[in-house]
């Protein structure tokens, strides 16, 4: 387990365990612990808006949703900007949906 990457949480759907952390949605098979897919986020220089190392406690695990005979994997994100100028640190929050069987966004 790395240190740095933070765990927000999990979510079950037959024999796949879907985990959240910091840096990704990964997807893995709970009879092999095989993993089948990682979704991501991609974020790059990740600010919180603190010194140091960010510094995140979101612990909310992803949702399973389904529409239309498919079933999404649904996790919410924060994105932080630094300041710069004029404008203010900002914080923006994403809803992210990714197909629970490909990891496709």
Do not use: C
Not at 51 to 67: K, W
């Amino acid at each position: 387990m790395d240190e740095d990457v933070k765990d927000w949480g999990v979510a079950l759907r037959g024999p796949t365990l879907y985990h959240r952390t910091s840096e990704a949605l990964d997807a893995y098979d709970t009879r092999s612990g095989q993993k089948l897919w990682s979704s991501p986020l991609g974020r790059k220089d990740w600010y919180t808006g603190k010194e140091g190392q960010p510094i995140d406690d979101q612990t909310i695990p992803p949702v399973l949703a389904q529409q239309n005979g498919h079933t999404g994997v649904l996790f919410a994100y924060a994105d932080y900007t630094r300041s710069s100028g004029t404008a203010r640190d900002r914080t923006d929050v994403y809803l992210r949906s990714v197909d629970a069987d490909s990891g496709k966004v």
